[in-house]
């Protein structure tokens, strides 16, 4: 009953505001406990030692949620200002990146690979006869959507750390295999080759990958808690990562090379797939943008039909698209096409994506919102289709509504 009223409590407090106008704060302290009722079986099961919510209109934030534990050994309580890593996260701000370099002429989506990575030039097909020539050369548009036929082996370096290893360096271990399909011809997801899109963004925006991030998205959005090294001081507010002990059901600490190097090495190389630490508000700007056609605070990002391209399906049919049910693929999106299961209460046309540790971010044009759950839970079957995201954007959808 008390989930219940707080439901009506929300619905009262959006139908008093004029129609897209976030609440005021002491308003959204008010709706402050619907999340955390939502999902408090979740923590209870030992599914999740915490979270952080987070809705998000065009004009700003809608609900903003911290609940459970942080740190279960130190009793540390999960805080809005928590940081996470959230893991392939970051591809969709790589392929922004790299969207800009197109709209500025400086990249092709049908350029060829290799006038930007020289070491994938002669690379082979691999094929039942023997290695082969493939039947066209790999194109930007092909690391986008997944469909390279890169191998997704790692690298495996002699002597020092992976994560050590600069991303050019990286990227000629890549073409050092044969392609294992023909480029174009067949989706799987690919950390490898998102990685190689972080190289044609150094290429061809001369300087490093980090910079340009930082420069291009952090620093005009005033995404200050967003990094690729973590400090001292980030630690102290660091959710760690756990996993489930199957024999004792209950939450233990995860050991995780993303975790165990000193993160604020800057030798630490800045992965392009997977490499962003950051917190729900500033994330929230990042999603208000793209919400805005591109645009926030007077700032172009990029053109508004650029963010249509990328958030358009660009494999027609092929079958094989994602790790859900219902999707499509856009250039570094996931799109919901026939919203099922785990993304049924979001729009045809949303589009995001998820990371390894169970964060998730979705935008729904429709309804004008955006959605983001952060949790740190590193051994769920499918992170893209917990039951967790499930229950979040649900709730999320049935209290802070739509357009």
């Not at 990029?302 to 990328?310: C, E, H, I, R």
């Not at 856009?330 to 729009?347: A, R, Y």
């Amino acid at each position: 009953m008390r989930f219940v009223a707080l439901l009506i409590l929300a619905g009262l407090c959006s139908a008093c505001k004029p129609s897209g106008q976030a609440p005021s704060e002491s308003e959204l302290k008010e709706q402050n406990a619907v999340m955390s009722f939502a999902l408090q079986h979740f923590q209870d099961n030992n599914d999740i030692a915490g979270a952080v919510t987070l809705v998000v209109s065009p004009n700003g934030i809608l609900g903003f949620e911290a609940f459970g534990l942080a740190d279960i050994g130190a009793k540390r309580p999960m805080r809005q200002d928590s940081m996470f890593w959230i893991a392939s996260m970051t591809k969709p701000i790589t392929a922004m990146g790299v969207m800009m370099l197109v709209e500025e002429g400086k990249v092709k989506i049908d350029d060829p690979v290799e006038k930007f990575v020289p070491s994938f030039k002669g690379i082979q097909v691999k094929t039942a006869q023997g290695l082969a020539a493939p039947k066209r050369l790999i194109t930007v548009r092909d690391l986008l959507t997944h469909t390279s036929g890169i191998s997704t082996a790692a690298v495996t370096p002699a002597g020092q750390p992976i994560d050590l290893i600069p991303l050019a360096e990286m990227c000629d271990a890549y073409a050092r295999n044969p392609l294992t399909s023909e480029p174009g011809e067949k989706w799987a997801y690919n950390n490898n080759a998102i990685n190689v899109l972080g190289r044609i963004i150094e290429v061809a925006g001369g300087r490093p990958y980090a910079d340009f991030i930082q420069e291009r998205f952090f620093t005009p959005l005033g995404m200050d808690n967003s990094t690729f090294w973590p400090d001292i001081d980030d630690l102290d507010r660091m959710a760690k990562p756990y996993s489930k002990n199957k024999e004792t059901g209950e939450l233990i600490e995860a050991k995780n090379t993303r975790f165990s190097l000193p993160l604020d090495n800057p030798k630490r190389t800045a992965y392009p797939a997977g490499g962003l630490f950051s917190c729900a508000a500033d994330l929230a700007k990042l999603y208000q943008m793209i919400l805005s056609g591109g645009e926030k605070d007077g700032h172009r990002y990029l053109k508004t039909a650029t963010l249509k391209q990328m958030t358009t399906n660009q494999l027609g049919d092929m079958t094989k698209v994602s790790f859900t049910e219902g999707m499509q693929m856009g250039l570094g999106f996931h799109l919901v096409h026939n919203p099922i299961g785990v993304t049924e209460s979001l729009s045809t046309g949303s589009f995001g994506h998820g990371g390894a540790f169970g964060t998730q971010a979705w935008i729904d044009p429709v309804k004008k919102r955006a959605y983001v759950l952060l949790i740190q839970r590193t051994d769920l079957p499918n992170s893209d289709g917990s039951e967790i995201r499930r229950e979040f954007q649900k709730t999320a959808v049935e209290t802070y509504g739509g357009k």
